[in-house]
Nanobody
C-alpha cells in the first residue's frame, strides 16, 4: 500500500491550495483518512480527519478555512485550504487506516503515511 500526496507549494497569505492523496495497492477497504502537518522544530499534529462515512473533524486553528473530503471511488483524500496564513507553513502528510486481506480471508487494518508535501505561505 502506498500513499502519494501532491498539491503543495508556495502561496501568498490569503491564498488557497488543494492537497490530494491517492492510496494505491492491495486494498480491502480504507477507513479513516487524514492530514497532519509538521512545522520545523515542532511535532506532527492532526489538521483534519474524515471517516469512511464522511464524518469530519478539524484542528481548531483551521476550522472555517480548511475542508477535508474524500472520493472513495478514487481512493483519494483532499484538503482544500483557503485563507492561508503564514502559520500554516509546514510539511503536510496524509494518513490512512487501510485494511488489507490477509491469507485466510481475514482483513487486518494497518496505518500508512504519505511522503509529505511542503506548504509555504508567505506573508
Amino acid at each position: 500500500v502506498q500513499l502519494q500526496a501532491s498539491g503543495g507549494g508556495l502561496v501568498q497569505a490569503g491564498g488557497s491550495l488543494r492537497l490530494s492523496c491517492v492510496v494505491s495497492g492491495s486494498i480491502f477497504s480504507i477507513n479513516a483518512m487524514g492530514w497532519y502537518r509538521q512545522a520545523p522544530g515542532k511535532q506532527r499534529d492532526l489538521v483534519a480527519a474524515i471517516t469512511s462515512g464522511g464524518t469530519t473533524n478539524y484542528e481548531d486553528s483551521v476550522k472555517g478555512r480548511f475542508t477535508i473530503s474524500r472520493d472513495n471511488a478514487k481512493n483519494t483524500v483532499y484538503l482544500q485550504m483557503n485563507s492561508l496564513k503564514s502559520e500554516d507553513t509546514a510539511v503536510y502528510y496524509c494518513h490512512a487506516n487501510v485494511a488489507i486481506l490477509m491469507y485466510g480471508g481475514r482483513p487486518l487494518e494497518y496505518s500508512y503515511w504519505g511522503q509529505g508535501t511542503q506548504v509555504t505561505v508567505s506573508s
